[in-house]
T-cell receptor, first 111, second 116 residues
Framework: NAGVTQTPKFQVLKTGQSMTLQCAQD?????MYWYRQDPGMGLRLIYY???????DKGEVPNGYNVSRLNKREFSLRLESAAPSQTSVYFC??????????FGQGTRLTVV | AQSVTQLDSHVSVSEGTPVLLRCNYS??????LFWYVQHPNKGLQLLLK??????LVKGINGFEAEFKKSETSFHLTKPSAHMSDAAEYFC??????????????FGTGTRLKVLA
């Protein structure tokens, strides 16, 4: 029972490079979320998806795009990475009012 | 709009003494509230949740929290701290927004230090 799986676990990018963070869940949840975690700032919501085919901006969407490919998968894309995007990224899924289940995180460094 | 405020960024207690981590929330409707713990370089673990049932919620590892609507608070407590409780704790609020979708919003965290 995998839960929420994120890939990759670690990544180093050069400024200006692009990449996609992948997230998949096997719990048949409708809602999925992307967060970034920075020291002293908690987890800040980047984008979320209430259901397949819909996405909404969170607190810090600038510099990111997302795709809800199907009910299982929700990807996060950095089109032109900046050092300010160095962070730990978490994906989560949940049903409408239950608790969220989190992936193990992706540690991204932009140099 | 929903939001959550964790009133202390750092809390220090002695081992064996009570723990109190404070959380206030803002919500337009009927919120669900959660507490998570994160040990250094680890993932997030759910401690407990409130989803409109009993207002006093018991969680894992001896933690509990009380939902107080009149005070818009959901403080986390434990009667006796253990060294293993040293970690960062996050309060989370979820509510139906204006668009009908449910965000899941974190506080900025409280780092708990337990002194021997």
């Amino acid at each position: 029972n995998a839960g929420v799986t994120q890939t990759p676990k670690f990544q180093v990018l050069k400024t200006g490079q692009s990449m996609t963070l992948q997230c998949a869940q096997d719990m048949n949840h409708n809602s999925m979320y992307w967060y970034r975690q920075d020291p002293g700032m908690g987890l800040r919501l980047i984008y979320y998806s209430a259901s397949e085919g819909t996405t909404d901006k969170g607190e810090v969407p600038n510099g990111y795009n997302v795709s809800r490919l199907n009910k299982r998968e929700f990807s996060l894309r950095l089109e032109s990475a900046a050092p300010s995007q160095t962070s730990v990224y978490f994906c989560a899924s949940r049903e409408r009012v239950g608790e969220a289940f989190f992936g193990q995180g992706t540690r991204l460094t932009v140099v | 709009a929903q939001s959550v405020t964790q009133l202390d960024s750092h809390v220090s207690v002695s081992e064996g003494t009570p723990v109190l981590l404070r959380c206030n929330y803002s919500s337009s409707y009927s919120p669900s509230l959660f507490w998570y713990v994160q040990h250094p370089n680890k993932g997030l673990q759910l401690l407990l949740k409130y989803t409109s049932a009993a207002t006093l919620v018991k969680g894992i590892n001896g933690f509990e929290a009380e939902f107080k609507k009149s005070e818009t608070s959901f403080h986390l407590t434990k009667p006796s701290a253990h060294m293993s409780d040293a970690a960062e704790y996050f309060c989370v609020v979820s509510d139906r927004g204006a668009s009908g979708t449910y965000k899941y919003i974190f506080g900025t965290g409280t780092r708990l230090k337990v002194l021997a």
